[in-house]
């Protein structure tokens, strides 16, 4: 079973948490949902996680991100146990990916990696070229790339020329969270493009419309292959998340 936790009201969560419910349901498991109210306080949420922590027959535990200002994440991400960490932020597990050791992978990076398996199972040699450094996609990205034996460029606000970088890239992947960023004179011809950004822009008529952190329509003509927004990385989370909880339950299984 996957508890999955939401703090709040905020509505990109909450259709998030409403997608990875059904989703999870759908595939034949069971799905726990607590939706806490705003004004849940830090010890509040640390104990439901220490209740869940302690229940055999939870196998896997998800904290909807982001949290309320008063609510210190880390904390909470440390909190949950190792063994039922679905999304694979706890540090410990955090370590065993940096070292190439087996724990759970998050899930946006793992989709990803299976995104690019689909196009080009071979990725030795290839330099791939990740844009945003985040503890959820760029820096896991850095190691699973890595022992896929990538040579790996991690770009971030910091960094000088930025395009220069992007158009040395095999494979890019682009988490930064600005809209249309990535122009199509910034990517080599033939490139593979793996989009995760996902802004809600207005259009001139005032309706509203999904977009990613890359030009799709200028850039889908010179790429080798792009994933879209919405519609691309999002269902490959939703899949790895399931694929995570499967086999902590399996693992739980085994062990107990």
């Not at 008063?70 to 070292?99: Q, R, W, Y």
């Not at 989709?111 to 820096?139: E, F, Q, W, Y």
């Not at 890019?172 to 490139?191: E, F, H, N, R, T």
Request: aromatic share 2%.
């Amino acid at each position: 079973a996957l508890a999955v936790v939401l703090v709040g009201n905020d509505p990109a969560s909450q259709v998030y948490v409403r997608n990875k419910i059904k989703k999870t349901e759908a595939a034949g498991m069971r799905s726990v949902a607590y939706d806490l109210s705003e004004t849940t306080t830090q010890e509040g949420l640390m104990h439901l996680i220490q209740q869940l922590n302690q229940d055999k027959a939870i196998h896997a535990i998800l904290v909807q991100l982001p949290l309320p200002l008063h609510i210190n994440s880390h904390e909470v991400i440390c909190a949950i146990a190792p063994e039922k960490d679905v999304d694979g932020f706890h540090p410990v597990n955090v370590g065993l990916l940096s070292t190439g050791k087996s724990g759970v992978v998050p899930c946006t990076p793992l989709g990803i990696i299976k995104l690019l398996a689909g196009v080009c199972p071979d990725l030795t040699g290839m330099h791939a070229v990740v844009l945003g450094r985040s503890n959820i996609v760029g820096k896991p990205l850095v190691h699973l790339l890595s022992q896929a034996n990538c040579t790996v460029s991690l770009l971030h606000s910091r960094t000088r020329d930025i395009s220069s970088y992007v158009q040395q890239a095999d494979i890019l992947i682009v988490a930064v969270g600005k809209p249309a960023m990535v122009q199509a004179d910034w990517i080599k011809p033939g490139a593979i493009i793996i989009d995760v950004g996902i802004n809600r822009i207005i259009l001139t008529d005032g309706t509203q419309k999904l977009v990613g952190d890359v030009d799709f329509a200028q850039v889908k003509n010179k790429a080798g292959a792009i994933t879209p927004v919405p519609g691309g990385v999002g269902p490959m989370t939703i899949a790895c998340l399931l694929e995570n909880t499967l086999n902590l339950a399996r693992k739980h299984c085994v062990t107990k």
